[in-house]
């Protein structure tokens, strides 16, 4: 059997300092909007007139841009979501 400390009150999620909850969150968004600009232009070139890199270039590179935009507004939202 293990040892508990009497301060010990079992396993608990770690929660940012609210400070930190902002600063997180910030950059979070941060990544978010700098991350849909290359992702925007990487998939605009798929209804562009001249292209000069085949499209699934296009796709692969916007695709991953966008994925990353999303996961950090996914990660964004559960951030403020949760309470102090």
Do not use: I
Not at 74 to 82: G, M, N, P, Q, Y
């Amino acid at each position: 059997m293990a040892r508990q400390d009497g301060n010990s009150q079992g396993h608990r999620r770690y929660e940012p300092v609210g400070w930190l909850r902002w600063v997180a969150a910030a950059l979070l968004a941060c990544v978010a909007v700098a991350s849909a600009f290359p992702a925007y232009g990487a998939l605009s070139n798929l209804w562009a007139d001249y292209q000069d890199s085949p499209a699934w270039v296009y796709v692969l590179f916007g695709g991953f841009f966008a994925a990353l935009s999303a996961a950090s507004l996914v990660c964004l939202a559960l951030l403020l979501r949760r309470r102090s």
